[in-house]
């Protein structure tokens, strides 16, 4: 993945960011879990960036919503989690106030919230904390 | 070592002792303590060079990052410390590792490698030296040193594994394959893989096979896989599929390629490169011209995959690539129908990738506008009722509003676009798209203050999205508007840096182009200069970045993606933005050496009052901040400031020309195919009266494209400066006379007309006219070639249409013909406030502030930021 789309997708989306370091990191450490979605041209309109058992950061360009991408991104992390390193469950944290995204993760991917984190982001806003485990009964085919 | 100590080397045993503490100190991190046992030991033997050496190493260790105003004298004072130790020990490998350690802190590579080496030579068994010294050699590219180097480790330390596939790795970069799998499998029958985890040895099997390929031993990398899955090393999924793919690929064997690729796409039917890997090995080549045969078989695939993996867009969308006429006509108008009802904003991003092929874009247009006109009479485009055709008929306008503008049209419709837009609005005025695509057209038709007050309507309808900011601020940037922009951006950036210093910080690309881009159009090169600097700095910084993974990979075993890593590091130049802020900046230094008095700073007295006030207001910042600091009884310790923040020292450089070559060299070397490279590189390299190597610039480009409209323009300005030198030497004279008539054949005159005869695109007419000044053609010529720009049959262009006009004011001394082709440019563009005259320009903006009287942006901006 060229990882510098990915920052740039990261700085247009997300008041979280990082320096390109930190995605070479991911890369270099568990290089089969993060993914990107491109257009018919080659440019990066998503991407996902996880360890393993968590995603440290998800997103999808505004224009290329409604097309199913994070979800698709996220499956594909989370079986690769399993075939490469056998993971029990994956983790997450969002924002308390990004009602789409919890509501992607709790009603179409299973997440549910088992933690919440008084001031995780850096400007004060409380964090819960998600998680899903791969041994369930309706794992992902 | 055999040798005692030469004598200065030698400390009395308390001395040794405390010496010891040092080196344990430093290694914790207990970096006071080491410095005062250092001083303890320079108290009596104020001369021992390793003491020296490693309290330079320790104080510089200490010092915060980034570094603060009071740090950097003791940061100077650690590096002459390190010189110093040099002197009075130059015979220890310490105080050459310690002065290599510090030059690698630098990023100076050179006096690094130097350093090292001395080092080396000093004690060559020296494990922690090595290590750093295989580091810093792959790191700037000493394949062969790294690869002695590391043989050498290994000798040292042959029982850990991780060394034996270091080198491996070091044997693939220094070129050699078969050599690398040789080690692998030596080590294999030598040594089990005793106590690497799952991950590891799944990462190392994969990259070994991966070898295998790039050697071209299919069969033995096929085999390796197969006992790889067998023994549940590695896992079907993902990679491992795929490299069995292009085995089988590239051992013939279509029928199991196809199979595998099949399997692929069941893992993931999303991925293009798997639909395309499995339609060539249906012995489909897909980069040469298809054959009618081809085709049909193409979409028959394509058509069977559509129907497997429904919730896919890929294969459907493919077709639309390899469909044309008739064909094309059904399998678009089926593709916008699912997108318009599903309501998908990036549908016309995703389809107009056709329109590179004008017959395409001439049928998407006719399928959209049946769609309109069928849903304006309220029926659905399907049986299915559910859908509202209301909301269908707004993504239709949004479609088509985009199409009618986009500018592949050769007459672009804005107003029919903002009227469609409108009329969606009517029906959903809270869709941000919506003033997103009204600000599209807007700064399309060249109206960019209304564009940007579009695009802030859009922001404001969300102003949690960071993605409308961001938009906004650009559009806000490209109006000129840099303080408004700064004034959004604020609101996604940390709380305690200025937008541009976080941004900077998070090398934020699109960010450093765009405000540059707004500088320099309003004439602050100084400023622009700076940003695009500031994004070479990005780049360097991405090179940089890799120097801890030459280490961390091979501990972590994650070779393949290290491999990639380097691949991918040897290019990193060639990327767009690295292109485009490079030809920026180099633009600027050849403008400054034309004419070095266009770095004067000209500011008026407003803005020197301005600054003035500025400047006052800082000083009681930093006054009430020193006395907050003195209450407090902290010592107030800020980074270094920044030694050039209005770019001037920057823009006034006494060598230009070299500057602007250190951008080029980059892109001479990755970039060579594109023709611009060559364009470029050739302003600078005239100015330099390097002729020889600005004529073959101008032969690289004429290889890629000889029809290009600038290099018309700059083989007439060579043909020129060369023909009018009296000054050049014979040697160089006699190589132009022969290599000059490839570029031009016929005299210049002729080169000219016949160019201009053909003329037809804005940047032909644009260059056309740059030639006709190198042949001192007269103005009057020079305007008709302009004035062909604002013609009814030429495809409008607010960049040439500027240059051109600019182009004209400074050569034409008549204001009536000055007004002629501005008013005929107006008239092409109505929209376009640069061709408006000053009264209608100050009419413009009373509009614009009567428009958007009541307009909450201000407070909306304070309110959104308390959410």
């Given amino acids: 993945m060229d990882i510098r789309q990915a920052t740039n997708a990261n700085l247009l989306n997300l008041p979280e960011n990082y320096t390109f370091k930190y995605y070479l990191y991911h890369a270099l450490t568990w290089p089969e879990l993060s993914y990107v979605a491109v257009d018919p041209r080659g440019r990066i309109v998503g991407y996902i960036l996880a360890k393993i058992?968590?995603?440290?950061?998800?997103?999808?360009?505004?224009?290329?919503?409604?097309?199913?991408?994070?979800?698709?991104?996220?499956?594909?992390?989370?079986?690769?989690?399993?075939?490469?390193?056998?993971?029990?469950?994956?983790?997450?944290?969002?924002?308390?106030?990004?009602?789409?995204?919890?509501?992607?993760?709790?009603?179409?991917?299973?997440?549910?919230?088992?933690?919440m984190e008084k001031g995780y982001y850096a400007d004060g806003e409380d964090a819960y904390g998600m998680r899903y485990l791969f041994n369930k009964p309706e794992t992902i085919a | 070592m055999a040798h005692p100590p030469p004598k200065h080397r030698q400390l009395p045993d308390k001395e040794t002792k405390l010496f010891r503490e040092l080196l344990t100190q430093y290694e914790l991190k207990q970096y006071k303590k080491g410095i005062k046992a250092a001083d303890t030991i320079l108290k009596k033997f104020p001369n021992h060079g390793e003491t020296l050496a490693l309290k330079a190493l320790t104080l510089h260790s200490s010092l915060p990052e980034p570094l603060t105003v009071s740090a950097v004298p003791k940061k100077e004072e650690a590096e002459a410390m390190a010189r110093l130790a040099i002197k009075k020990d130059i015979t220890s490998h310490i105080t050459w590792h310690v002065l290599g350690i510090l030059a690698k802190s630098r990023k100076d590579w050179d006096e690094a490698s130097r350093a090292f080496a001395m080092a080396r030579k000093q004690d060559p068994d020296n494990i922690p030296l090595i290590r750093d010294s295989i580091a810093l050699l792959t790191h700037t590219r000493q394949y062969s040193a790294a690869l002695a180097a590391r043989h050498h480790y290994l000798l040292l330390r042959p029982p850990i594994r991780a060394s034996w596939f270091a080198l491996v790795i070091a044997h693939q970069l220094n070129g050699d394959l078969d050599e690398a799998l040789q080690v692998y499998n030596d080590y294999q029958t030598t040594l089990k893989e005793e106590g690497a985890t799952g991950p590891e040895k799944s990462q190392i099997l994969l990259h070994v096979i991966r070898i295998c390929i790039e050697a071209g031993k299919d069969q033995e990398g096929l085999d390796k896989l197969r006992q790889g899955v067998k023994d549940k090393i590695i896992s079907p999924r993902g990679e491992c599929t795929l490299l069995k793919a292009q085995m089988f690929a590239n051992l013939g064997r279509q029928?199991?390629?196809?199979?595998?690729?099949?399997?692929?796409?069941?893992?993931?039917?999303?991925?293009?490169?798997?639909?395309?890997?499995?339609?060539?090995?249906?012995?489909?080549?897909?980069?040469?011209e298809l054959t009618e045969e081809s085709r049909s078989k193409i979409l028959e695939t394509l058509s069977g995959f559509a129907e497997s993996f429904p919730r896919s867009a890929a294969p459907r969308r493919l077709a639309l690539d390899y469909s044309t006429g008739d064909k094309f006509r059904e399998l678009a108008k089926a593709y916008i129908v699912k997108g318009l009802e599903r309501g998908v904003p990036s549908l016309f991003v995703d389809v107009k990738g056709v329109y590179t092929d004008s017959d395409k874009m001439k049928i998407v247009g006719e399928i959209v506008e049946e769609i309109v006109a069928k849903l304006e009479k309220d029926a659905s485009l399907s049986d299915d009722d559910s859908i509202s055709p209301p909301t269908v008929l707004l993504w239709?306008?949004?479609?088509?509003?985009?199409?009618?503008?986009?500018?592949?049209?050769?007459?672009?419709?804005?107003?029919?676009?903002?009227?469609?837009?409108?009329q969606a609005l009517e029906h959903t005025p809270t869709l941000p798209e919506l003033y997103m695509a009204k600000a599209m057209v807007l700064k399309r038709s060249g109206d960019l203050l209304n564009a940007a007050y579009e695009m802030e309507k859009a922001r404001l309808l969300d102003g949690q999205d960071r993605f409308l900011n961001g938009k906004a601020a650009k559009y806000w940037l490209r109006a000129g508007e840099i303080k408004k922009?700064?004034?959004?951006?604020?609101?996604?950036?940390?709380?305690?840096?200025?937008?541009?210093?976080?941004?900077?910080?998070?090398?934020?690309?699109?960010?450093?182009?765009?405000?540059?881009?707004?500088?320099?159009?309003?004439?602050?090169?100084?400023?622009?200069?700076?940003?695009?600097?500031?994004?070479?700095?990005?780049?360097?910084?991405?090179?940089?970045?890799?120097?801890?993974?030459?280490?961390?990979?091979?501990?972590?075993?994650?070779?393949?993606?290290?491999?990639?890593?380097?691949?991918?590091?040897?290019q990193l130049r060639s990327h767009p933005g690295y292109f485009k802020g490079a030809l920026s900046a180099i633009e600027i230094y050849t403008k400054v050496f034309d004419d070095p008095s266009?770095?004067?700073?000209?500011?008026?007295?407003?803005?020197?009052?301005?600054?003035?006030?500025?400047?006052?207001?800082?000083?009681?910042?930093?006054?009430?901040?020193?006395?907050?600091?003195?209450?407090?009884?902290?010592?107030?310790?800020p980074p270094v400031p920044d030694a050039d923040p209005t770019g001037i020292q920057l823009l006034k450089t006494e060598t230009p020309l070299e500057d602007a070559l250190k951008l080029w060299?980059?892109?001479?070397?990755?970039?060579?195919?594109?023709?611009?490279?060559?364009?470029?590189?050739?302003?600078?390299?005239?100015?330099?009266?390097?002729?020889?190597?600005?004529?073959?610039?101008?032969?690289?480009?004429?290889?890629?494209?000889?029809?290009?409209?600038?290099?018309?323009?700059?083989?007439?300005?060579?043909?020129?400066?060369?023909?009018?030198?009296?000054?050049?030497?014979?040697?160089?004279?006699?190589?132009?006379?022969?290599?000059?008539?490839?570029?031009?054949?016929?005299?210049?005159?002729?080169?000219?007309?016949?160019?201009?005869?053909?003329?037809?695109?804005?940047?032909?007419?644009?260059?056309?006219?740059?030639?006709?000044?190198?042949?001192?053609?007269?103005?009057?010529?020079?305007?008709?070639?302009?004035?062909?720009?604002?013609?009814?049959?030429?495809?409008?262009?607010?960049?040439?249409?500027?240059?051109?006009?600019?182009?004209?004011?400074?050569?034409?001394?008549?204001?009536?013909?000055?007004?002629?082709?501005?008013?005929?440019?107006?008239?092409?563009?109505?929209?376009?406030?640069?061709?408006?005259?000053?009264?209608?320009?100050?009419?413009?903006?009373?509009?614009?502030?009567?428009?958007?009287?009541?307009?909450?942006?201000?407070k909306s901006v304070e309110q959104s930021e308390k959410k």
Wanted: with cysteine; net charge neutral.
């Fill in chain 1, 53 to 115: 058992g968590h995603v440290t950061s998800i997103s999808v360009l505004r224009p290329y919503r409604r097309l199913g991408l994070a979800n698709k991104l996220m499956k594909q992390s989370q079986e690769a989690m399993v075939a490469h390193y056998n993971a029990s469950h994956i983790t997450l944290h969002v924002r308390k106030s990004n009602r789409a995204a919890i509501s992607l993760y709790r009603d179409t991917l299973g997440f549910e919230v088992h933690a």
């Fill in chain 2, 255 to 288: 029928e199991d390629a196809l199979q595998t690729y099949q399997e692929l796409l069941e893992q993931n039917s999303d991925n293009l490169e798997y639909y395309k890997g499995y339609l060539q090995n249906k012995g489909i080549d897909l980069s040469a």
């Fill in chain 2, 396 to 422: 239709a306008y949004y479609f088509l509003s985009l199409h009618l503008s986009h500018p592949s049209q050769t007459t672009p419709d804005h107003t029919r676009s903002l009227t469609l837009l409108d």
């Fill in chain 2, 485 to 570: 922009s700064e004034e959004l951006l604020a609101m996604f950036t940390k709380k305690d840096l200025t937008p541009t210093q976080d941004l900077t910080d998070l090398q934020c690309l699109w960010f450093l182009q765009e405000q540059g881009d707004s500088y320099r159009n309003q004439g602050n090169l100084a400023m622009a200069l700076k940003r695009y600097q500031a994004l070479a700095t990005v780049f360097q910084d991405y090179e940089d970045d890799q120097y801890d993974f030459h280490t961390y990979c091979m501990r972590r075993m994650t070779l393949g993606a290290y491999i990639s890593l380097m691949r991918y590091e040897d």
């Fill in chain 2, 598 to 637: 266009i770095t004067e700073e000209k500011i008026s007295p407003e803005e020197e009052a301005e600054r003035k006030k500025q400047a006052k207001k800082a000083q009681k910042a930093e006054a009430k901040a020193k006395k907050a600091a003195a209450t407090s009884g902290e010592k107030a310790d």
């Fill in chain 2, 665 to 858: 060299k980059p892109l001479e070397r990755l970039a060579g195919e594109r023709i611009e490279t060559w364009l470029a590189g050739y302003e600078i390299l005239r100015r330099q009266k390097l002729y020889l190597a600005a004529l073959k610039a101008l032969k690289t480009a004429q290889s890629i494209s000889p029809s290009n409209p600038t290099l018309h323009y700059q083989i007439l300005n060579f043909n020129k400066i060369t023909s009018s030198n009296t000054e050049l030497p014979e040697s160089i004279k006699s190589v132009i006379k022969s290599e000059l008539p490839s570029l031009l054949s016929t005299s210049p005159e002729e080169f000219s007309s016949s160019f201009l005869e053909k003329a037809k695109s804005p940047e032909e007419l644009y260059e056309g006219a740059r030639g006709l000044l190198q042949l001192n053609g007269s103005t009057e010529k020079v305007k008709d070639v302009l004035l062909k720009l604002g013609d009814k049959s030429t495809k409008p262009s607010i960049e040439y249409m500027t240059k051109s006009l600019d182009l004209f004011r400074s050569i034409s001394e008549s204001k009536e013909d000055i007004e002629q082709l501005r008013s005929k440019y107006a008239e092409k563009l109505p929209s376009a406030w640069v061709f408006k005259s000053s009264s209608e320009i100050d009419k413009q903006i009373k509009e614009f502030e009567k428009s958007i009287e009541g307009y909450q942006g201000e």
